[in-house]
């Protein structure tokens, strides 16, 4: 008798012990070691402590910040989902196995076949019980492993809520699309699987063990068998139909083409198709159940047959039949209806359907007096640019080496005098790879170096005389019209790993506060007096936190006490990200002197990408620019979306590390799902204070992605859209070698043509779109403005925060792109000329700035600043130009007020910050007259005058003098003439050399006046 034939109480010989308890018992007798004993204890307790370090130390974390629910929820959640699936799986599993061996028949006819497989039965039966009991564990593991990975999309579904609008395909609720089609899909997808590994499992199973036998022309299949697997395919033909139907509403967020949701040939084929399928499925799984009962195979065989040629020929062939021969040929008839469900899906979606459109007629020509009507706007003009005057920050107010400043700096506003004032500012931080190599030893570098110090803000609008940024707050201790604020920063972007600090009263203070000459060692030195990280003024605590950050010291150093904290995780889009995981965050994280704080404020968006008929974007692509693409540059995530609101301010406390998220959309379904989930995490808009709501402004990402949809979805009709012959996209970044990204927005004070007054506002412009890899014409073509100020109300945000104004310029209008203006300016002979003078032979380089865009004087205005930079290590770039432009006009002078009034006929009408510097800030080289004038300006003239007389050969080559010469020269010979030119020409270059271009312009005139009367003398002597 086979081992198949042998009855299950067959007692006539032993059956022989599974392998593991043969081990089991075969370690019993043996005495167990008392070294391997305590080698397995010790193991064992150091796989504790490495758990430990990694989960504890969190919860400690979050107990700390007070955030302890996110951490719970999260945690409590995930468990919750893996012991449920892992059950449900792993029952499923060994319970199908466990069938299928029961289902063995007692007497099998031996064959040749049989006696193979036997052989194999023989060689599996040893191994068969673990088998039973670890695939079912495996596979429970894994399918519960990825449930529980999608812990929020059951979260959203347990708290979801109504959009209020309805798909206008089904008439189902948009939150139907966005919180509960994911779930349904999640369980079939998953439900699905396990039924199959089910299967698969049992037919194994059943095939080894001779429940089915296959003989030529036929199979044969034991009842218990037949029955198993009728049922399971049965299941899992229900569970195909269910995933049919329900793909039905998943055909609205798909993606296609042209546009994204469905079009024609989905809503009249394939959404029908996926309907017949599925009543298909049902009535396989019908016959399926009743061949399990009966035995009859052929009809629910042929109907699984037939239904797989319907999943062919419905499901495939005839909704492509449809695209291809009757759509494709009548494609902008028939797509219409479905691309403006498209476009306004879109615009709703990403918050660009209430956009306010003004057709501008621009101007080309420029007036005398032009800007009269802009005159808060002219004075408001950024000539700091933030990416490049990072370094004259660190030159001037970085202090010490061990401090530095993150470029980019931010651009805010403030109030200073009663007036609201652009600034660039930035915050002077912990730089420890400033610290020389006998400084940086562990005790330096997480005990005395713990924190940077104050914030530094200049006027963006108005430099010195010398082109340096002109602070208002700066130095250590900080002084400025911010007032008193607390200066440390512990936490940052630029911050340690981790630092240990605090002490008792009494103790002696041990941290390095900032650096003080009236003290000893020129160091003042002080305690950490908030409460920002975890307790490490225990043993167990210490353990855990020497094991997280892989080093001893923690443990023995003695200058951990009783009330030593440990601050880690400290940079702001971390913290944020971490108490708030169900949130994408902006790139940008800029600073703010708020409430006698530095608070770092970020800015939140709830996705999704399930909102029908929307167009996806990824993030990160649509959010692209010259700025992101540097080296190191923040990004978002790349996910993909195609719903977005901005609908959280987060702030992180430079001091404590406090974060606090503030609703900011109270509208948002999505928010409202996350605030039932954690119902004391989000605090009320109403809890903003009024100096915290002064600083929140539009964020740029957000800006970004709406720029990127705009260039398709600024149009409304279908046809439109379709030709595509109006398409725009952002326009390139000119000052950017090397790169054809487009312009990052830009942060300014503005006033819109047709408003009343200026507003804070963050602006991009458009220029035509083409395909990828053809020469896109440069002409502007639209101007996007939004409005950043969210005012200075406490709890209440402004009526007009956020409104997008977008000026479309008329196609018989010509009005040079950013790229074209930019080879413009730079590329006249008079400004080319004065760029290669200031290069001075490769010994200094020439940075532009950023080329802002503004809609002034009727028409569009560029203004680009020019910084020059020493090519010495101790040198940073000073504004020494700056150059405008407006039609074919092009002003090019030492100051703004001077390039607006040469290029506006003699008076712009308006005057701009840096009007104070025109007669007093030195001139390096000559000035050249104003491209498109009539008559030359003299350099540095305070407001040039055209003049009605022509003026002869000789005075046209008369030496023109130089505003900022401290004297002539005093030459009497040609001889004497070219000695003092001479020594001017090296003792500029000495200055030069050492950054100081005040004192080289200074040499510079007295080099030009010598060569004059050089020139003069020669002149008489002949």
Not at 77 to 94: E, N
Not at 331 to 336: A, I, K, V
Not at 347 to 368: M, N, P, R, S, V
Not at 674 to 698: E, F, G, N
Request: charged letters at 15%; glycine letters at 8%.
């Amino acid at each position: 008798m086979s081992f198949a034939e042998r009855p299950p109480n067959d007692k006539s010989k032993p059956p022989r012990k599974p392998p593991a308890q043969e081990l089991k018992e075969a370690l019993g007798k043996r005495r167990r070691s008392p070294l391997a004993v305590a080698v397995m204890v010790v193991v064992a307790l150091a796989v504790v402590v490495l758990v430990a370090s990694e989960v504890w130390t969190r919860v400690l974390w979050f107990q700390q910040l007070g955030m302890f629910q996110v951490l719970r929820t999260e945690w409590l959640t995930r468990g919750i989902l893996f012991i449920m699936w892992f059950v449900i799986a792993a029952g499923a599993l060994w319970l199908n196995l466990r069938v299928a061996y029961n289902a063995r028949p007692i007497f099998v006819p031996m064959t040749p076949e049989e006696e193979a497989m036997e052989r194999y039965r023989a060689s599996v039966e040893p191994l068969r019980k673990l088998v039973t009991y670890a695939a079912p564990i495996l596979v429970g593991i894994f399918t519960a492993a990825s449930v529980s990975a999608n812990w929020q999309t059951v979260l959203l579904f347990l708290n979801r809520q109504p959009f209020g609008t309805t798909d206008p395909q089904f008439g189902f609720d948009i939150g139907f699309f966005v919180f509960t089609l994911p779930l349904v899909q999640l369980v079939l997808t998953t439900v699905m699987a396990i039924v199959v590994i089910c299967g698969i499992c049992s037919l194994i199973t059943h095939y080894l063990y001779s429940s089915i036998r296959i003989r030529p022309g036929r199979a044969e299949v034991v009842k218990p068998a037949r029955i198993q697997m009728g049922i399971l395919l049965a299941l899992f033909a229900l569970l195909l139909g269910a995933n049919y139907w329900f793909d039905q509403y998943a055909a609205l967020t798909e993606s296609g083409a042209r546009f994204d949701g469905a079009g024609y040939a989905a809503v009249t084929a394939m959404i029908p198709a996926k309907a017949i399928l599925a009543v298909v499925a049902v009535i396989v799984a019908v016959l399926f159940l009743l061949a399990a009962l009966r035995g009859w195979w052929k009809l629910p065989a042929l109907a699984a047959v037939l239904m797989v040629v319907a999943v062919v020929a419905v499901g495939g062939i005839y909704p492509a039949a449809v695209q291809r021969f009757k759509v494709a040929a009548n494609e902008q008839t028939l797509e219409s209806p479905y691309i403006k469900l498209n476009i306004d899906s879109t615009k709703f979606a990403y918050g660009i359907d209430k956009i306010e459109y003004q057709t501008y007629a621009a101007k080309t020509t420029a007036e005398e007096g032009a800007l009269r009507e802009d005159a808060a706007t002219t004075a408001s003009i950024r000539l700091l640019d933030p990416q490049v005057v990072t370094s004259s920050f660190r030159q001037l107010q970085q202090n010490k080496q061990y401090y530095t400043f993150t470029s980019p700096l931010n651009v805010d506003r403030y109030t200073i005098e009663g007036e609201s004032r652009d600034t660039v500012i930035g915050v002077r931080e912990l730089n420890l790879g400033g610290l020389d190599a006998a400084q940086q030893t562990w005790v330096n570098q997480h005990m005395g170096y713990t924190h940077g110090y104050g914030v530094v803000a200049a006027y963006g609008n108005q430099p010195t005389v010398d082109g340096s940024p002109l602070f208002y707050q700066q130095g250590i201790p900080t002084e400025g019209p911010l007032g008193t604020y607390e200066p440390r920063i512990y936490f940052g972007q630029n911050s340690p790993d981790y630092s240990i600090v605090g002490a008792p009263a009494g103790v002696a203070p041990f941290e390095i506060d900032y650096p003080d000459d009236t003290v000893a060692n020129g160091l003042r030195l002080g305690t950490y007096q908030g409460d920002g990280g975890p307790d490490v003024g225990n043993w167990v605590n210490r353990l855990l936190y020497a094991v997280k950050f892989r080093t001893e010291k923690i443990l023995l150093s003695d200058n951990i006490n009783s009330e030593s904290q440990i601050l880690y995780d400290r940079d702001p889009l971390q913290r944020a990200e971490a108490v708030a995981p169900f949130l994408t965050f902006d790139s940008a994280v800029y600073p703010a002197v708020v409430d006698g704080r530095v608070k770092w404020i970020l800015d939140g968006y709830t996705t999704t990408a399930l909102y029908p008929y929307a167009q996806k974007e990824t993030l990160d692509q649509a959010a692209a620019d010259s700025q992101s693409e540097r080296a190191g540059a923040a990004t978002l995530r790349p996910d993909q979306v195609n719903y977005v609101r901005n609908s959280v301010k987060v702030t992180v406390d430079a001091f404590d590390g406090k974060v606090d998220l503030y609703e900011w959309d109270s509208t948002d379904p999505i928010l409202k799902a996350w605030k039932q989930v954690y119902p004391d995490l989000v605090q009320p808009t109403t809890a903003i204070s009024s100096q915290l709501m002064s600083h929140l402004r539009y964020p740029e990402d957000l800006f970004k992605i709406q720029r990127t949809l705009l260039g398709r979805y600024h149009v409304d009709d279908a046809s439109s859209f379709y030709t595509g012959q109006d398409a725009w996209t952002a326009s390139q970044d000119p000052t950017t070698p090397g790169t054809t990204a487009p312009q990052p927005p830009y942060y300014m004070t503005l006033q819109m043509p047709g408003q009343d007054t200026s507003t804070f506002s963050l602006t991009g412009t458009f220029i035509p779109g083409g395909a990828a890899g053809t020469q896109t014409r440069q002409v502007l073509t639209g101007f996007l403005a939004a409005d950043a100020d969210a005012g200075n109300v406490a709890g209440k945000k402004s009526e007009n925060y956020g409104t997008l104004r977008l000026l479309e310029l008329p196609r018989n209008v010509t009005v040079q792109g950013p790229l074209q203006a930019y080879n413009t300016l730079i590329t006249k002979p008079e400004v080319s000329t004065v760029i290669n003078q200031l290069k001075i032979g490769n010994n200094s380089q020439v940075t532009y700035g950023n080329l802002l865009t503004l809609p002034v004087g009727g028409g569009l205005m560029y203004v680009m600043p020019v910084y020059v930079q020493a090519n010495a290590s101790s040198s940073f770039p000073q504004l020494q130009r700056v150059i405008v432009g407006f039609g074919d006009k092009v002003g090019f002078a030492n100051t703004l007020q001077e390039a607006l009034d040469q290029v506006f006929d003699g008076d712009a009408g308006a005057t701009a910050g840096d009007a104070d510097l025109q007669d007093v800030k030195t001139d390096t080289v000559p000035t050249p007259a104003p491209t498109g004038s009539a008559t030359p300006t003299p350099s540095g003239s305070a407001t040039p005058t055209p003049s009605a007389t022509p003026t002869t050969s000789a005075s046209a080559t008369a030496p023109t003098p130089v505003p900022g010469a401290t004297a002539t020269s005093t030459a009497t010979t040609v001889e004497q003439a070219i000695a003092e030119a001479n020594a001017a020409y090296v003792a500029g270059e000495t200055a030069l050399q050492q950054g100081n271009f005040a004192e080289y312009g200074a040499q510079q005139a007295k080099l030009k006046a010598a060569l004059d009367k050089a020139a003069s003398l020669s002149g008489n002597a002949g």
